[in-house]
Each structure stands twice: as structure tokens, then as C-alpha cells.
């Protein structure tokens, strides 16, 4: 059995309180022996090169082990650029963690330099390249995508997402081809893993035959304080649960899932 946890939007140099928090998830995902870490961006909250190092400082634990995978956000894109430092090499990746095929995907554009300009781009090309990663996927390994936007509309969360979205600014709407994507990589894809907005949402595909697709955003982690947990073998979810400060609180349970291994309580 492999474990992977999903987080999001740590916005790292926002305020002290982000860091502490940011600290503590540290603090409980090694307590918990997790296996792979994905982090789908806004790694840092202005972009800068100081607030990325702080992050990798952080989490070097789990770095150092080769342990975390990320994609940048579109605060990543702003003040030093630090998406640079986040994802190299293209806009779309595929790596391999254990039990896990992962395509990693860069949905941010230039254009992320302020706050009322972080919608995301996603082109006809990148969705191509998604398509070809997932047809490596080996069997017995979950195949996965990750990207920082999301790829469904999703209620706005605030009032300056509200304004912008009446007066036609597009920093609030989904990625444009995201529905094109999800078509796309249908059975052939188990699990969307994507943040930018900071409450946690979930949408399922159902397929007539095979299995079907979650799409899950896993929302602020260093807000919430907590990350959704997934425990695997031979290329199946077997338990799901949220992983919190102190526990993890089963959520959904498959029909022949065991119970989940017990998680120490992390440092205080
Ligand atoms: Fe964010």
C-alpha cells in the first residue's frame, strides 16, 4: 500500500501564520511516511526568488527524498518570476512516483503578472502533449494529472473574483480548453489534481465501461490546515481520507478497502 497526499496554494511569504502552518503540514506528511507529495501550485504569494527559497527550505525533507512534485501557479509568475525554479523543462512532464504515472502540467502563462490577470492558458498543443504522457502510463500505476488552474467552472470565492467576473475580466473563469481536456484524457486518466481556487471542490466523470475520472481541487492547504490522503495498491485507490493536523478523517471508503494505517499524531 502507497500513500499520496495532494496540496495546494501554500502562498508562502504571505504571513507568518501561512509559514508556521506550512511547517506543521511538513511536519505531519513526514510523521506520516507519505509516499509521493503533488503540489499544484502558488508555491510562493509574490512570485519572489526569497519566498521560494523559504519554501524549499521547509520542505526539504520531503525534497531531498525526491518525495514532492509541483507545478507553478500564477503567483509563482509574478515579482522574480520563481515558476522558473518551480518546473523546468516544457509545459507538460511526466514523472514517476511509487504506484503513481504522473503528467505534471504548467498552466500558467506571461501574462500572470498581477493579481487581476491569473487566469491560466492551456493550448491545443499542451492538451496533444497531456494526451501522449497519459499513453505511457504502465500498468498497475495510477495515471494522473496535475496543474495549478481548474478545469470546471467553480463559484467565485470573493468579492474582487465577483467584480472582475461583471465587469468581464476573465482572472475568475476556467482554463479555457479545460473541458476539451478533460474529453480528451477520459479513461485514460484516474485523477485531476488542481488548485488556484482555495476551496476544496470535486466533480466526478462517469465512463459506461471502466473506470471513471475525479477532478479534485484541493483548495489552500496552509488555510485549511489539512490535505486529502489516498492510499493505493495495483493502481487503485483503496482508502481516501483528510489528512489534518492530528488525524486523518475517513471521507469515502471503497467497498473492499481495509482500514487505513494508523497516522502518528504529528509534532506539536
Ligand atoms: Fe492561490
Not at 476573465?170 to 482554463?175: F, I, Q
Not at 467497498?255 to 499524531?265: D, E, H, N, Q, Y
Request: glycine letters at 8%.
Amino acid at each position: 500500500m502507497r500513500t499520496l497526499v495532494h496540496i495546494s496554494d501554500l502562498h508562502i511569504g504571505r504571513d507568518e501564520a501561512v509559514e508556521a502552518s506550512a511547517r506543521r503540514l511538513v511536519a505531519m506528511l513526514v510523521e506520516a511516511r507519505v509516499d509521493a507529495v503533488l503540489l499544484t501550485g502558488d508555491v510562493t504569494h509574490r512570485g519572489l526568488a526569497s519566498e521560494l527559497r523559504r519554501y524549499e527550505r521547509i520542505f526539504a525533507p520531503l525534497l531531498e527524498q525526491g518525495r514532492l512534485l509541483a507545478v507553478p501557479g500564477n503567483h509563482d509568475r509574478m515579482g522574480d518570476d520563481a515558476a522558473r525554479g518551480i518546473m523546468r523543462g516544457g509545459r507538460v512532464a511526466v514523472d514517476s512516483l511509487p504506484g503513481l504515472h504522473v503528467v505534471r502540467v504548467d498552466s500558467t502563462a506571461p501574462h500572470n503578472r498581477s493579481l487581476v490577470d491569473g487566469h491560466g492558458e492551456l493550448s491545443s498543443r499542451d492538451v496533444a502533449d497531456v494526451e501522449l504522457a497519459l499513453d505511457d502510463a504502465p500498468p498497475g500505476a495510477i495515471p494522473l494529472v496535475m496543474l495549478h488552474h481548474h478545469v470546471l467552472p467553480l463559484p467565485v470565492e470573493d468579492l474582487a473574483e465577483k467584480l472582475a467576473t461583471l465587469i468581464g475580466l476573465p482572472c475568475a473563469d476556467e482554463l479555457p480548453l479545460g473541458q476539451d481536456l478533460l474529453g480528451r484524457i477520459a479513461g485514460r486518466c484516474r485523477l485531476v489534481l488542481h488548485g488556484h481556487r482555495h476551496v476544496p471542490a470535486e466533480f466526478r466523470v462517469a465512463l459506461p465501461h471502466g473506470a471513471g475520472m475525479r477532478i479534485l481541487n484541493a483548495g489552500s492547504t496552509t488555510l485549511l490546515g489539512r490535505a486529502r490522503m489516498f492510499a493505493h495498491t495495483s493502481g487503485e485507490v483503496a482508502w481516501e481520507g483528510w489528512l489534518a493536523a492530528d488525524r486523518v478523517e475517513p471521507k469515502a471508503w471503497a467497498p473492499a478497502a481495509r482500514r487505513p494505517p494508523r497516522v502518528a499524531p504529528a509534532a506539536a
